[in-house]
């Protein structure tokens, strides 16, 4: 079975402090995605990687940051947690899809709230 | 751009009995995929279903299949026989085929919950 794991469950953390959030998948797979999930807005696209060193944003990268140095390992950093940012992050992984869909994975969530 | 419409925020169905949850989307593209994930309560996403937008079949997955009817941009899930176990927040997801696109783009979601 896949497995996509996320260093916490919950996190707290103050204003202004760096947070990193981790996600590792042993699977793998070339594609990794970070999601935040809000009552009433469901997940939007923070950041995603398809390879090593590779990342491109998604629709609300604003306040993000993301680093990939091994394949099986996503990180999500906030530079500097503002209350805002309270809220639930999904990792994901899929395979390449080639042109063929590859079914994304997901981790268990980070609960993060900003205080 | 595209867009997942989920205009049902919650619905609550008898065990055993049939719910059907819907979605609609707006797209400009003629191939695409489209899914339901489901999010269990404090538990992981997982896939429930998906379906290739040139297959005229609509798909099935033992008690859950879907309604695609791509001129109206519809693709409605059909749970039969509902169980405690569906209980769950249910996403529906769109994905462009087009230039490899990896992306979903996911509804607001609709919370279902089994009443025994």
């Known amino acids: 079975d896949v497995k996509v794991t996320q260093s916490s469950r919950y996190l707290v953390k103050r204003t202004g402090e760096k947070v990193f959030l981790e996600c590792v998948q042993d699977m793998d797979h070339e594609n990794m995605f970070w999601y935040r999930q809000d009552p009433g807005l469901g997940l939007r696209l923070i950041y995603f990687s398809y390879d090593v060193k590779m990342k491109e944003k998604g629709d609300i990268p604003e306040g993000y940051s993301v680093s990939r140095e091994k394949k099986e390992r996503f990180s999500l950093i906030l530079e500097s947690a503002s209350t805002n940012q309270t809220s639930m992050y999904l990792c994901?992984?899929?395979?390449?899809?080639?042109?063929?869909?590859?079914?994304?994975?997901f981790g268990p969530g980070t609960r993060l709230t900003v205080l | 751009a595209q867009t997942v419409t989920q205009s049902q925020p919650e619905m609550s169905v008898q065990e055993a009995e049939t719910v059907t949850l819907s979605c609609t989307y707006d797209?400009?593209?003629?191939?695409?995929?489209l899914f339901w994930y489901k999010q269990p309560p404090s538990r992981q996403m997982i896939l429930v279903i998906r379906?290739?937008?040139?297959?005229?079949q609509n798909a099935t997955e033992n008690r859950f299949s879907v309604n695609f009817q791509k001129a109206a941009k519809s693709f409605s899930l059909k749970i039969s026989d509902s169980q405690l176990g569906d209980a769950a927040m249910y996403f529906c997801a769109y994905r462009s085929r087009v230039g490899g696109s990896e992306k979903l783009v996911f509804g607001k979601g609709m919370k279902l919950t089994v009443n025994p």
């Open positions: 797209t400009s593209e003629s191939d695409y995929y």
């Open positions: 379906q290739e937008a040139y297959k005229q």
């Open positions: 994901a992984s899929s395979l390449a899809s080639g042109g063929v869909y590859n079914e994304q994975f």
